[in-house]
């Protein structure tokens, strides 16, 4: 069964930073794009960053730029997002997606599994 499991996110101060990490089973993530989204309440689901599978070629919204890392460990079949400088407005549920092939977009229709989800709230 392929799943993928989204862990790391907390409760932290702004300025501060977190890792999320996106680990499959069931499958090998080196053919397939992993996209991280995230999504506020009551805001809909906003692309976020994305690598793609062959040539590590990454992507990012421009409400991240500059400050947020995405990454790949395609031996421990686990992709992370290195987060730094959060701002409050960073706040949401932040979800790992992978689709099949190589290159990557931020457009959540491009992906075929999801993870549940982990919560990350960045608050004073």
């Known amino acids: 069964q392929l799943q993928l499991a989204e862990s790391g996110g907390g409760l932290v101060r702004p300025g501060g930073s977190l890792r999320l990490s996106c680990a499959a089973s069931?499958?090998?993530?080196?053919?397939?794009?992993i996209g991280w989204f995230r999504q506020a309440p009551g805001k809909e689901r906003e692309g976020v960053s994305c690598?793609?599978?062959?040539?590590?070629?990454?992507y990012y919204g421009d409400s991240v730029k500059g400050r947020f890392t995405i990454s790949r460990d395609n031996a421990k079949n686990t992709v992370y997002l290195q987060m730094d400088s959060l701002k409050p407005e960073d706040t949401a549920v932040y979800y790992c997606?992978?689709?099949?092939?190589?290159?990557?977009?931020?457009?959540?229709?491009?992906?075929?599994?999801w993870g549940q989800g982990t919560q990350v709230t960045i608050s004073s």
């Open positions: 069931g499958f090998t993530l080196d053919y397939y794009a």
């Open positions: 997606a992978a689709a099949y092939g190589s290159s990557c977009g931020l457009n959540q229709y491009e992906y075929l599994y």
């Open positions: 690598i793609s599978s062959s040539d590590g070629v990454t």
